[in-house]
């Protein structure tokens, strides 16, 4: 019976499973409940735990699996009337984590993956329903520390912002690695606790010897590892406490696992359906089934498939699953239904080939295989039949059908939309802030802290520097550790016993500058950790390093947005770490009641100086984009973004494209700048790195060529990376210049064909660099150089020669150095600067880079960098330098897709740039009036340039003067619209823009007499 009912499950699950992934079973767990305290006796003795230990199951960097004792893991699920449990016993002979929060995932921790609403999900992408939880075991460390001591934790990476209330995490360590606990509330997740109760899941167990990163995945499912994949989920059932697993009813509405029709041919099948509103989906349920028609090759189709229920035909009004024309990738449409033959089946040996794209036949939107025909409104109480034909019969190819089946719709475009209603009444105005100041009041306190009065709140800004040996030195409203301070007007100097400190504060509009220089006595090299804490026990909201913090306790990372912001109800407070090093450092938290900025990796040389430079950052009001925008322009970042930007495939078919094809795909994009990808070498591998001059130049030399010859006014640009090389003999060659971790090996991209170097202006490797530049601007033709993860690939530090003078692995105990490290940002700096300034930019050479800034140095560099949004909240990592996120390549197939993604760009205050170059829009959307933006305010919902404000709200929009106004408004499919016309309104002698929208809409208002044209 179990092996039935797993069968079922199967033929129900939203993607491919294999045998060995069949269904999973969370008994209910008896009472008392689990204690969730990383303790698993009452979990050992259960049978339904499943192990995750072979070579199929390390789905991710496998290469880096050496076998059981390096990672594997047993898991249990449980459930109960309050919680979905999951236990794991993980064996891993290295257990490192050292972060916290969102950061988590990169050191050692645990994933799971659910869907709640497996029946009636998108078979393509996560959706509402669905979640990405990681639980960490934290570093089992016990110091007393709180910044050193991590605890265990979990949090929500999918849907993004989100917590879960009452979510338990717990973890032990044991002799060959640890055991972890988690509970999540079932009402949290919408999901009903009864025997039967189905969802889909995954669990990924994370390993990340050697650094920083995810190294290795071992997974439940054996497919090939992909982020948010529905098609990897694996059928979770709710059993009794005996782990009895009866199937629920939705079992029932599967018609055939297989079917084979010759052609001309036809079978009828029956299914009863008690009561039609029990079919998931209900009214709007669908008939789904796979079809493809028989062949040797992936090839073309013909219409071919025909459907009747209860007598109906379902035809072209009824297929949902489908465009009415279905565009091809290489140019070209096919109509999805012949009126006389059926639906369009493709030739096909398999249900997989097409789908991977690329391909000549692969379709742009809709689905190649999965078919699901409207069914909801055919269906009756009862008996019920099915009939399908061949409709094709003077072809020889079979029909082949598999899965069919009734459930909800699975696809985007067949849920229903929010309505489109624009907002009445009155609307909020909405212009630039014209005053720049803040009022506060600050000065050093006699122990040589920072006293601020703020919006009526008052507090001490406390700083701690480490003494080695353990203990710290303490400047606060009082001194602690060190033997002397001193105190003038906004001046403090203090004495310990291996260094001193000399600190300044500067008081300016909207910040204080505090300059904290420290100077080795000692006559040797010390570990020297620095803190600076405000109290935070009473904190109303929290993001760290932009993001938001819903359990107001954590830690960050990220040297893109090296910020703490602190709501404390009366006043906002932020803190910012500024100068390069400190930046490259920083690790912001929230922890134990305390709110903080820290460098935990600083080394001072012997006989050496050093200032360490960071910004406070006060509000009357708590308001975070106001934080943002006075580090905006404290650090003179609002400069113009003069270009729209797309990837161009760097194909030989985009070679026989038709002149207007090419000339449409850089216009509808509003792509200024052009940009060809990785060429490749003659073996099909990419030319990474010291391996470009190997590589096949002609495709990339042709195509931007092609395109520069229809769109005479788009600069073209050709990809440049400086840390992987290909080149077959690199390792060897340039062995002196390798990234490596603290045993001595090399780092690698996830795989060993991608071995990871780092440039400097002095090193053999770094040489070869420079020469690329020449290749790619000489040989290919390019007008300027795209720079792929400018700032550092992968791993943040190298160990080993040569020392960056200033960075290491501290013990958090002793605080003294246990080994040296060098930023690979840090370390590659001069190099990076002699290339992008001297090379590039100051001969007028254009410049686009992924990945912002991560020091002053560099953000003082002026040029286009965007943030990858694989997550969307990667976005708030261009907040303080350059506004741009680059578009979504694993969840952007169609021209809608393309258009959700940009209105929820602006969400985050962020403009777009085009990634996929396999989709060939048909039209211009909001990215055709994007550019040139010159920032002047980001808003969560909008951004406010001198030439043109970008909204997805309503609102009244202006300049605060009497500028005309020119706006374009686009619905949700990015098409622009006159459905809701805004407005011109004037006030008092100024203009405004009353823009009326419905959710989902975007808005371009152009200020007409400012640059409001493409830049040349």
Not at 92 to 97: N, Y
Not at 259 to 282: F, Y
Not at 302 to 320: I, S
Not at 781 to 799: F, K, L, P
């Amino acid at each position: 019976m179990l092996r039935l009912l797993a069968f079922l499950v199967l033929l129900l699950s939203t993607g491919p499973v294999l045998a060995q992934d069949a269904v999973l079973v969370a008994p209910r767990c008896p009472d008392p409940p689990p204690s969730v305290d990383g303790r698993l006796g009452e979990w050992q003795a259960s049978r339904w735990g499943r192990v995750i230990e072979t070579r199929q199951h390390a789905t991710f960097g496998a290469e880096h699996w050496k076998g059981a004792g390096d990672l594997s893991a047993r898991v249990w699920f449980g459930w109960d009337a309050a919680n979905l449990y999951l236990a794991a016993d993980v064996r891993d002979d290295v257990v490192e984590q050292s972060l916290r929060a969102g950061a988590l995932f990169r050191g050692d921790h645990i994933e799971l993956f659910v869907r709640t609403r497996p029946e009636s999900r998108p078979a393509d992408r996560f959706a509402e329903g669905d979640w990405q939880f990681g639980f960490s075991p934290g570093n089992f460390s016990s110091t007393g520390d709180p910044l050193a001591d991590i605890a265990p934790e979990g949090v929500v990476f999918w849907p993004a912002n989100t917590a879960v209330e009452g979510m338990r995490v717990a973890a032990l360590r044991t002799e060959a690695g640890y055991t972890l606990e988690a509970s999540i509330p079932l009402a949290a997740l919408g999901v009903k606790p009864e025997v039967g109760q189905e969802l889909a899941v995954e669990v990924a167990i994370s390993d990340s010897d050697g650094g920083s990163g995810q190294q290795t995945l071992l997974t439940l499912a054996t497919a090939p590892w992909k982020l948010r994949d529905p098609g990897r989920l694996l059928p979770l059932r709710f059993a009794d406490a005996a782990g009895n697993a009866p199937a629920r009813s939705g079992a029932a509405f599967s018609l055939f696992a297989e079917a084979r029709l010759e052609p001309g041919k036809e079978e009828q099948w029956r299914i009863t359906v008690p009561d039609p509103a029990e079919v998931p989906g209900g009214k709007d349920a669908v008939l789904a089934v796979k079809a493809r028609l028989e062949s040797a090759k992936l090839a073309g189709g013909t219409g071919a498939l025909q459907v009747w229920l209860n007598g109906t035909l379902l035809d072209e009004t009824r297929l949902v699953s489908r465009p009415r024309v279905m565009q091809r990738e290489t140019g070209g449409a096919l109509t999805s239904y012949a009126l006389a033959f059926g639906a369009f089946v493709f030739y096909s040996p398999d249900y997989e080939q097409g789908t991977r794209g690329g391909t000549p036949y692969s379709v742009v939107e809709g689905a190649m295989y999965d078919l699901e025909f409207r069914a909801g409104d055919l269906l009756r109480a009862g008996e019920n039949e099915v009939r399908i034909r061949h409709g094709r019969p003077q072809i020889p190819n079979a029909l082949v059908l598999a899965e069919a089946r009734l459930k909800a719709p699975g696809k985007a475009y067949a849920v229903a939309e929010e309505p489109e209603v624009a907002p009445e009444g009155e609307l909020p105005v909405i212009v630039p802030q014209k005053l720049h100041r803040v009022s506060y009041s600050a000065r050093i306190a006699r122990g040589g802290g920072i006293h601020l009065r703020v919006g009526g709140v008052d507090l001490v800004i406390s700083s701690r520097f480490s003494q080695e040996g353990g203990g710290w030195n303490e400047l606060g409203d009082r001194s602690a550790g060190f033997a002397k301070v001193g105190v003038a007007g906004l001046t403090a100097t203090a004495t310990a016993r291996d260094y001193t400190l000399s600190r300044r504060i500067t008081l300016r509009d909207e910040l204080i500058e505090v300059r904290d220089t420290l100077t080795n006595t000692s006559g040797r090299d010390i570990a020297l950790m620095m803190r600076h804490e405000v109290p935070a026990a009473a904190v109303k909201a929290l993001r760290l390093s932009g993001l938001p913090v819903p359990a107001r306790t954590g830690s960050a990372d990220e040297p893109a947005h090296p910020t703490i912001f602190l709501d404390l109800g009366r006043a906002g407070l932020g803190l910012m770490a500024f100068d390069d090093v400190f930046r490259v450092h920083s690790t912001v938290y929230c922890l134990a009641g305390v709110g903080g900025l820290a460098d935990n990796q600083f080394v001072l040389g012997a006989g050496k100086k050093h200032t360490a430079i960071w910004w406070i950052l006060p509000q009357t009001k708590p308001d975070y984009f106001a934080m943002v925008n006075a580090i905006r322009r404290a650090q003179g970042t609002n400069f113009t973004i003069p270009w729209g930007f797309a990837f161009v495939p760097m194909y030989q078919k985009t070679l026989e494209r038709e002149p207007e094809e090419l000339a449409a795909f850089a216009r509808n994009k509003g792509a200024h700048v052009l940009c060809g990808t990785i060429p490749k070498l003659p073996n099909g591998k990419y030319a990474h790195g010291t391996a470009l001059p190997s590589a096949d130049l002609r495709v990339p030399r042709e195509v931007l060529k092609a395109f520069k010859a229809v769109t005479p006014g788009a600069r073209t640009m050709m990809y440049y990376h400086t840390f992987i090389s290909t080149e077959d003999d690199a390792p060897a060659k340039y062995t002196q210049d390798a990234l490596r971790d603290p045993s001595g090996k090399q780092y690698d991209y996830g795989q060993s064909i991608y071995p990871l170097f780092y440039p400097t202006l002095e090193n053999a490797y770094g040489r070869a660099m420079r020469q690329n530049v020449e290749i790619l601007l000489g040989k290919v033709g390019a007008e300027g150089i795209y720079w792929d993860e400018m700032e550092y690939s992968r791993y943040q530090y190298t160990y080993g020669a040569p020392w960056d003078g200033v960075s290491a692995d501290i013990d958090p105990k002793t605080h003294q150095v246990i080994r040296k490290k060098s930023s690979v940002v840090l370390l590659t700096q001069p190099f990076k600067v002699a290339i992008a300034k001297g090379r590039l930019l100051d001969r007028g050479v254009p410049l686009i880079a992924n990945g912002q800034p991560h020091t002053w140095t560099m953000t003082q560099l002026h040029f286009p960098r965007f943030v990858e949004t694989g997550s969307l909240t990667h976005l708030v990592r261009s907040h303080l330098y350059c506004p741009i996120g680059l578009g979504d390549h694993l969840t952007e197939r169609t021209e809608a897709d393309v258009a959700r993604q940009v209105c929820a760009h602006l969400d985050y205050g962020a403009l777009y740039y085009w990634y996929s170059g396999q989709i060939m829009p048909t039209h211009p959307n909001l990215t055709s009036f994007m550019f040139p933006f010159t920032p002047v305010e980001l808003q969560e919902g909008y951004v406010i340039g001198k030439e043109r404000i970008l909204a997805n709200r309503s609102g009244l929009y202006g300049w605060d003067d009497a500028s005309r106004h020119e706006v374009h408004i686009f619905d949700r499919e990015g098409r622009e619209t006159t459905k809701f016309p805004a407005r011109q309104v004037e006030r008092e002698g100024k203009t405004f823009t009353e823009l009326r929208i419905p959710k989902g809409y975007t808005a371009a208002i152009i200020r007409v007499g400012a640059a409001a044209k493409p830049a040349p």
